[in-house]
């Protein structure tokens, strides 16, 4: 189900907000930082979700956003493997691809 409406896009990033909160990278949430600590990152991974097509290519997309906006060697695609896994099999479960 691509993302055609403004519900649509809400659910995605519901439900991607809650796989990285899940994951937390450096443990900002668990810290005390704001809720919406990573919506820029999260409202680019939603809008990358037309081409992600395996667990692979979300910890990739992953990799790239979270690198560019903190660290390319700490989020690299293997380390950013198990959330993409998760990241992926969520979205094939609510039929987002």
């Known amino acids: 189900m691509p993302l055609q409406t403004t519900s649509d896009y809400n659910q995605a990033f ?3 907000r809650e796989v990285i909160s899940e994951w937390d990278p450096y443990c900002l949430l668990a810290s005390g930082a704001p809720k919406d600590e990573f919506d820029h990152e999260i ?6 979700i037309p081409r992600i097509r ?24 293997e380390s950013c493997a198990d959330v993409g896994r998760q990241l992926f099999d969520r979205l094939k479960v609510a039929r987002f691809i």
């Open 14 to 16: 519901a439900l991607v």
């Open 43 to 48: 409202a680019e991974l939603v809008g990358s």
């Open 54 to 77: 395996s667990e692979s290519g979300a910890a990739q997309a992953i990799s790239a956003i979270f690198g560019r906006a903190f660290d390319p060697v700490s989020f690299s695609p």
